[in-house]
């Protein structure tokens, strides 16, 4: 657990259980796999927002817990259908579950946390929570798709980019920051703060995750660097080196081209670097990060508001 | 449209059009993609059993058109994330979402469509919809992953079999049949007949399926014989014959073998054949046919209860 969530220590440790017990009942295969998923750990960052956004009005675990779980499991299965390869991209970025139970155990094992989750989501009266989270699931779809389509695309555009990245992370988290209040039957005005929170917060957040995807070390973020130029996804500090290197086209050859051995990627990773690629999505990232904070200012002072705060203020300075 | 359908004509037009609708605004490789697979056609047979289950009360098109499209789109999910192929599979037997767009791309329009039937089932007042659809995508992917468990096991026994087509097919087969008739405000007993008789049915459709899968001509069923086999799915005939065939010992070494060529696929099949294992699959299959019709026999004699019986019937000889 990050030491900022100290204050939702017990709902987090509830969280754990509860998510075993989802998974209690299932068959070996898809309890062996799914325990694998829950161990290899994450950050609950999604339930986290949960509960904080749920703590500023009327709040009680009973309340959200159920919300909360789907939260995470929603996630895993994303995360698990992240996990299928095409044969063409398998060779040398074999991520988790696929590698050890393939293609079609992830396919399905996805669905089935889906599916799980959509049993706790029915358990709420108010069907907007539903409605909500099925509107997301179709826009982190088309944000997956959309990227997917742009693989190898040197003229993508901001544009494509912030679009991909607000459907594929920015919406569900938006989700996650403001659902619970919503269960928990805040008013509008305190549960529209947090949405907007939440939206500006998960683009800061994918745009960093897509900044460490380039210059942290591979042991911390468990993933080879460069795995996104391996497979052909255009990130922001790569459009902006793309544009502005005074090597682009050396640059714009290795992600065309078909060698992406370590070697390349390197080359590749030096000359964005060295292009300010980082510190424009740095500065793009620390701006949504400052939106972020702005849209809490008027929530009441509970613990609950500072946290958030240092939510943010920790996306800023994670990169470096 | 089967032959079968006339009396749904116009609702399975109105279908056509609706899902032509949902998919209308996507972007364009989801537009595509799923262009592609509204074309490819399919019989529409969860939505007609949502039609013909619905018209036993107070029927009217607009209560059921949403869940209509809705199972639809569940079910094309569903055949685009089957056709998530691992990479060992993937070289004899390629299916064609994937052969076109990749493992990638099928993984997320299958959520893609996925997320867009949460959409439409969120619509209906009754959430007793929504937990049952939930329900039945847990036991899908659960009869999924005990089948992939299953494969290339030669202990495989009955109750293996029936449990992973009970998930797989017949529980949805099932939802498809009796759901619209909770959308028109039917009564339990009513219902209950259909859910029940939708449950044989489909635990027969999927027999035959498996049935085709071993004699059916390739041009009639639109893939190559004994893929399920190629496959190491094991089912109903093969487990027969892997128990009484003379030449038993034969037959478990090509299923367990590397070589699943052409030659050896075709001999698996013919041991299968002249075991009886074929006589007997059918004989189950028609024994759950007769429970359907039994089922729905006090029904009130509207015409879609002749239709339904139709389609039982129509079940029993398909394979011939």
Redesign the interface.
């Known amino acids: 657990m990050l030491a900022i969530f100290n204050d939702i220590k017990a709902e987090l440790q509830m969280l754990e259980n509860e998510l075993e017990k989802t998974l209690h009942d ?5 309890q062996e796999a799914s325990t694998h998923l829950i161990n290899a750990g994450g950050k609950r960052l999604r339930p986290a927002f949960c509960f904080l956004g749920a703590k500023f009005h009327n709040y009680s675990p009973e309340r959200v817990m159920n919300l909360a779980v789907a939260l995470e499991l929603i996630h895993m299965a ?1 995360l698990v ?1 992240d996990d ?7 060779r040398r970025n074999i991520p988790t579950v696929k590698s050890i139970w ?11 946390l ?3 989750s ?2 706790l ?2 358990t709420y009266q108010n ?1 907007d929570i ?2 909500t ?3 997301t ?2 826009k ?3 944000g ?3 990227q ?2 742009a693989v190898n695309q040197m003229d993508q555009t901001l544009k494509n980019y912030f679009y991909s990245i607000k459907g594929k992370t920015a919406l569900f988290i938006s989700d996650s920051c403001y659902l619970g209040a919503i269960a928990c039957g805040a008013p509008v005005r305190t549960w529209q703060s947090l949405k907007k929170y939440g939206n500006n917060i998960g683009m800061a957040f994918q745009i960093t995750d897509d900044i460490m995807d380039l210059v942290a070390d591979q042991k911390r973020i468990g993933k080879p660097v460069g795995s996104d130029l391996r497979q052909g996804v255009i990130t922001l500090p790569v459009i902006y080196a793309l544009k502005n290197s005074n090597r682009k086209e050396e640059l714009g050859k290795i992600i065309s081209g078909n060698d992406k051995g370590i070697e390349m990627i390197e080359r590749a990773c030096e000359i964005i670097i060295s292009s300010g690629g980082i510190e424009y999505a740095d500065e793009i990232a620390r701006k949504y990060v400052d939106k972020a904070l702005n849209e809490i200012k008027y929530l009441p002072d509970v613990p609950a508001k500072s946290t958030l705060e240092q939510v943010a203020e920790f996306i800023k300075i994670r990169n470096f």
């Open positions: 299932a068959d070996s295969l898809i994303s259908h299928v390869v095409d044969s063409s991209v398998t393939g293609n079609k155990v992830s396919s399905h094992l996805g669905d089935y889906f599916g799980q959509l049993k989501i029915a069907r539903g409605k989270l099925a509107d699931s179709v982190m779809s088309e997956e798709i959309a997917l389509a």
